[in-house]
Structure formats: C-alpha cells, structure tokens
C-alpha cells in the first residue's frame, strides 16, 4: 500500500512477474502465498498509448508530480483512501524502477526514474472483450441475467462511492438469509466525483477467488473524472437547480468548464449544443451510462444520446409509460418474465423523443431504440428490467427531476436484486460474493 502519513513514502513492496506488453507489468505483492496478480504501469495502465510506448516528456513530468503528490505533499494516504473500493480498479501501491547503467549499479538521476503506479488487474477482461467473444443473436435475450444483476449492482455501488461517499456495509448475523444493509459515508466532506467515462471497455472482471459465480466486476480508467467540489445535503431542492442551487454534482461531458457556464448551458436544449463534450453532465448521465452498458448486455443494443456517426439522438420512449407491455397486462398478463406471448410485436404509438429527428440528408446507418419497447420484449425478469428503465429514464431533452444522490438509487437496486434472488431458480442458485464470504464465515 501507500505509505504513512510521513514524508516518506513506504519502500516498494512488490515484485514484476511479467510483462504483458511494453510499459505494462504484471506484478504481484512479496511474500504473498496467494500471488495475487496486479498491474504495474507508468503513471497508469490506461494513459498508455495503443501501440505500447509513453511520451517520455509527459512521463517524466506525470512522475514527477505525483512523486510531489505522495511525498512532498503526503498526498498517498488521501489517493489511496479515494480510489480504494472493491467495484473500483483501485490504486495499491507505486513501484520505482530505477534503470540500470553499464555498471549494473542503478541510475539514480531523478529524470531517468519511472515511477509506476499499481492497480487491481482485471484478469478476466472487460465486457468489451466479451461482447466480441460472444455476439448478440437477438435483441430479447443476450447474456444471463445473473451476470447482468452482477454488473449493475456493482457499477452502482462503484458510482455510489465515487458520488455520494457511501459504501454498502454487511452484517452477518443472519446466516443464510440476504438482506439490505446499510450505505455508511466513509467521509463526511466528501466531495462528489463524476467518472464521466463508464461505458464496457472499462467494466472489468476478475476470475473468481471462492466460490462465488462471478469475480469482482470494477470499473476503471479514471482518466475523465471529475471532482465537483460541491456538496450534496438534505435541503437540496429540484426545483432550484437551474438558478442558483448548489446542491448538484455539476460537470461538463469532458474537460473542465466554470460552473456558471454550465449552469447556464443548462438551461437550452442539449441538442443545441453540437459539442458532446461540451454538454453538462450529472448525476443522470452516470446512471444513463450503467444502464446503457446492462441495457446492451441484454438487448445486444447500445441506445445514444449523441450518434457517433451523425451527432443526432436515436433514443425514443413510449409516452404513455409502455404501451407494450401495458396493453398485456391488461390481456390478463401476470408473467415475471418479458418478451412472453402477451407482448404485441405491434411498434409502440405514442413515441416521444424531446429531441430533433435524424435528418434523411444524414444517411446515417444507425436505428432509432425505443427503450420501452425493448425492454418489454427483453427475456429478462420484472426487477431487472425495472430498474434499468429507472436507470434509463433520465433525459436531457426532457429536463425530467434530476437524481442528486446515488445511494437512494442503490437502494432500489439491492431490493429488486433481492426479489430477483429468492423469487427465481437462477437467483437461488446463484452465488454472489457476499454469498460466498458468509459460507467461509459460518464454516
């Protein structure tokens, strides 16, 4: 780990195992029986450029600064504790390695030194790898649902803690039994952090270490995220967000603008704003994102805001809350699962958008999502698809109640995952990593 609170910082305490590609090392703690296996790279595994080589200008300068960071200024204690949660790719320690000159004794010259920091490795891939392993063959049904609940529950808890400070805290005086527990602030002068960045590339697994059904999932790359510096408290008012409240999470999709000039952004329709990264992003974009990336493992479909290939919208939603899947309730439907005989292959007639259509002059090859429509003919059970309507709802155009904290969210989620667990065979039979902790702690 990072070392104390000292000027210091505490003596390397891992060795380099491998490398699995130029400027990435695998490494893995000393005297560690477990070998648990880490990622090593300069300043980080993500600012690497894609053909393996690091701008040595930029390298040097990122070394140094974050030498100043954890030592001059005994910042390790403070980036540790902030990247430091299971769902997260976290930060565990800093390697110096020195290179060797032709004495075989160690350059000490300060400019030669890299300074590599180390990560938890996603040794299983990340969902990107995934999808291309593994094609979508119909938008109903994709992959299990089981691993769907495992990547939502953990991109929100990542996002909780990233946000609002909070962490989920289990207790184990109920062998057997799955229960809500309680979301802790582990500080409270937390400031909210915006990833900025959640899409499948940087959604990674890790092979399991018990028995468990799935490893960790963490999310990674922190290379777009943003400290808001702003405060979330209970008098936090909706309908003051757009003059003069400082109860929100405010950022720009990418950069760093003035808060006023996002504000005041705000205020027009984000179409109107042709720059994506330009956009102001919140709270409602981060849970946009985690229920795009579950939405596609679902569906196969990746719904957007902002088409790469022309800029426009192709999202829709039925105005009428799903007529879909209203229409076979009302048919007598009671069926757990979607996408079941009820559901009409008819196309939704009360779609809205908020947004600007397509133009024909586009030519663009993408197609418009309707995600009511999607959902209710997804094979997927009501508490999934609930909830990734819940993520999904947020709208730009619609200027819809922004959320302002995530752990509200996250709450909704462990219920529903609840539901999903005791009501259906594969939530009986799945094995989650609290599951497992319990076995190990009642054996």
């Not at 980080?44 to 690091?54: A, E, L, N, R």
């Not at 329709?269 to 709270?283: H, M, Q, V």
């Amino acid at each position: 780990m990072f070392g104390s609170l000292k000027t210091e910082v505490e003596k390397p305490t891992f060795e380099l195992v491998e490398q699995l590609k130029k400027n990435v090392w695998i490494v893995t703690r000393k005297g560690d029986p477990r070998r648990e296996k880490y990622l090593a790279s300069p300043s980080s595994p993500f600012g690497v450029k894609p053909d393996g080589t690091v701008d040595v200008t930029k390298a040097h300068r990122e070394a140094e600064a974050l030498n100043t960071l954890l030592s001059t200024h005994n910042q390790a204690y403070t980036i540790r504790q902030i990247l430091n949660h299971e769902n997260l790719i976290s930060i565990v320690g800093v390697i110096e390695n020195w290179h060797f000159n032709k004495s075989q004794i160690s350059d000490l010259v300060p400019e030669n030194n890299v300074q590599m920091l180390v990560w938890d490795f996603g040794d299983a891939g990340n969902l990107s790898a995934l999808f291309r392993h593994y094609p979508c063959t119909s938008p109903e049904f994709y992959l299990p649902e089981s691993l769907c609940w495992h990547v939502l529950r953990s991109l929100i808890r990542a996002v909780t803690y990233l946000h609002d400070g909070k962490r989920l805290i289990y207790r184990t005086e109920q062998p057997g039994r799955h229960a809500v527990r309680k979301w802790v602030s582990v500080n409270t002068d937390w400031f909210p952090i915006l990833h900025r960045c959640i899409e499948p590339m940087n959604v990674w697994l890790q092979h399991p270490r018990g028995n468990e059904t799935y490893g960790q999932c963490k999310l990674g790359d922190f290379s777009n995220a943003a400290v808001t510096c702003h405060i979330v408290d209970d008098q936090f008012n909706p309908n003051t967000i757009h003059s003069n409240s400082n109860g929100m999470a405010f950022a720009t999709k990418e950069g760093m603008w003035r808060l006023e000039d996002t504000r005041s952004d705000s205020r027009v329709p984000p179409a109107s704003i042709p720059n994506e990264g330009d956009r102001p992003y919140t709270l409602g974009d981060e849970m946009w994102s985690i229920g795009v990336t579950v939405f596609t493992m679902m569906t196969g479909q990746a719904p957007t805001y902002y088409c790469e290939e022309c800029g426009c919208s192709h999202v829709t939603f039925c105005e009428d809350g799903g007529c879909l899947e209203k229409k076979a309730i009302a048919n007598g439907c009671d069926c757990f699962l979607g996408g079941c005989e009820h559901v009409s292959q008819t196309e939704c007639e009360e779609e809205v958008s908020g947004w600007p259509d397509c133009p024909a002059w586009h030519n663009c090859s993408e197609f418009t999502i309707n995600i009511h429509s999607y959902l209710a003919r997804a094979r997927y059970t009501k508490p999934l698809r609930a909830m990734i309507m819940v993520m999904l709802g947020y709208n730009p155009a619609q200027r819809n109640e922004p959320w302002v904290r995530m752990a509200e969210v996250a709450q909704m989620v462990e219920l529903a995952y609840g539901q999903w667990k005791q009501e259906t065979e594969e939530g009986r039979l799945y094995v989650d990593v609290e599951d497992d902790l319990l076995q190990r702690a009642t054996h």
